[in-house]
């Protein structure tokens, strides 16, 4: 019996998802073998580590955090619900600073080239913050997030060459890029319909803008990473067809200095939690570390032992 149009298409498409799947467990893919491809990084999420590009323990902390980087001195700043510190590498905390008591939540900390440190407050009186090292407060921007369901407010903010501030707000559907004194000069949609609109829930979790102009955005609940240019319109996509499902409400992404971006799965909680792609959307690189389930956000630190250079874009 011939097939019809429809059963070739269906089993075309089943071929392709089983050799994305073969390719994840074996380590094949027709760029690179994903073996080739090692890494160093820094896990933020249900554990706090960082794992060697042998996959062993290199060094772990207080898990349950949010947000985080490894500086260039070596210590780790981290943003936990409620306080954010940074650390030695033997332990000792040498910054600290706890929210505000009319505020309920934490969900950023970034430090700012002018050495400060850029939080992120839920709650009541939403607002982004830059603190100095003596734990000073000296910016106060009120955000917009367009819900009062504090622990949808907002997530990644960062900030950006000019001064502004990117700063995702997941149930407005929205980047918005806030001036020092509170202004929106600029708001990127997600709902976009041929992202599905609001339906397929394309909330922005992570906006990093890019040193090309774009902005790369994670979508947490719609299984997606999308690179947008500065109309806001769609120009590089990557979902759960090109990953073999692998997404699972991706929260954290990371573009590496090599063109590559690698996601990380919140809710991956066993198996494959991040995975590299390259820009044409073939799998290099995964991680199922143990330490990596339930990842939150991460930082690539190396590759095949070299340091990915620059501010990490993540």
Known sequence: MVPTNMQTKSIRQLIAVLTIAW???SGFCADAPISSIRHSYLVLGAKTAIIGEDSKVQWEYTGG???GFVLPNGNVLIAWADHVEEVTREKQIVFSYKKSKENGEISTAQRLY????????LGSRPRLLEVNPQGTITIDVPLQPETENVHMQTRMARQLKNGNYLVPHLLAFAIKEYSPEGKIVRTIRTDLEELGGRKTENWPFTAIRLDNGNTLVSLTHGNKVVEMNFRGEVIWKTDNEHVGG???DPCGSQRLANGNTVVGSHAANQGVSMVELT???SIVWTSDHPLAAGVHHFQILTTNGKPEPGMPMK
């Not at 002018?114 to 407050?121: A, K, Q, V, Y």
């Open 23 to 25: 390719s994840v467990t």
């Open 65 to 67: 955090s949010r947000d």
């Open 114 to 121: 002018n050495g400060n440190t850029l939080i992120t407050e």
């Open 246 to 248: 692998l997404f699972k």
């Open 279 to 281: 820009p044409e959307r």
